[in-house]
């Protein structure tokens, strides 16, 4: 089922696999950090992970995101392996058929689809599973964390045009002031630009 989060008609859905309550204390950390309420935003998340392999779930997802006033113009899948299934993220028909249903979910909504997917065990400039994935791919970039503390974006993939430029940003913890349901009183998220772009 999507949580509504606000009562605008074109937005983010966030379907989140893991996480959830520090999903909600980064969502609050956003809000004092950038000093903008996200009641009134066009943001939507999910309560759970769901089976995104299962054309029968997407179209569930399908029915019940028309049934909705939400017309997104991004879905975001957090993360591809919780919402994977049982299926096997190295099998390339199973990679294939998740491509296929993201695609189902782009072209019914003539919108974006962001995937968060976890680098390989042994090889981590590349995300682990079916090299089908990558292949698929629009852009694909690959989130590092330095050991000075500071996160490296690279774009490691441009499908239609030339490659980002690196950037990197650094971890702000922010203190929170709120009735959460845990007692946690701060939470990580990215600051500002942390210095020049790099090479």
């Not at 949580?3 to 893991?18: D, F, L, P």
């Not at 090299?131 to 694909?140: G, I, Y």
């Not at 990197?168 to 630009?193: C, K, M, P, Q, Y």
Request: aromatic fraction near 6%; glycine fraction near 8%.
């Amino acid at each position: 089922m999507v949580r509504k989060e606000s009562q605008r008609t074109r937005g983010v859905i966030y379907i989140a696999g893991e996480g959830l309550s520090g999903l909600t204390r980064r969502f609050k950390a956003w809000e004092i950090y950038r000093q903008s309420p996200l009641d009134t935003a066009p943001l939507y998340r999910t309560e759970s992970a769901a089976d995104l392999t299962d054309k029968k779930n997407i179209r569930t997802l399908i029915t019940e995101i028309r049934n909705s006033d939400i017309k997104p113009s991004l879905i975001i899948v957090d993360t591809v392996a919780r919402n994977f299934g049982t299926a096997d993220e190295n099998d390339t028909a199973a990679m294939n058929g998740f491509v296929n249903n993201m695609d189902m979910l782009k072209d019914e909504f003539s919108c974006s689809v962001l995937l968060v997917h976890h680098s390989g065990h042994s090889e981590k400039s590349r995300g682990r599973g079916s090299s089908a994935l990558k292949a698929a791919l629009d852009a694909e970039y690959r989130v590092e964390k330095q050991q000075n503390g500071f996160i490296h974006l690279h774009n490691t993939k441009m499908k239609e045009a030339e490659l980002a430029l690196p950037m990197t940003f650094r971890l702000e913890s922010v203190i929170l002031d709120w009735d959460g349901d845990d007692d946690a009183s701060s939470a990580v998220l990215l600051g500002n630009n942390g210095g020049d772009i790099f090479r």
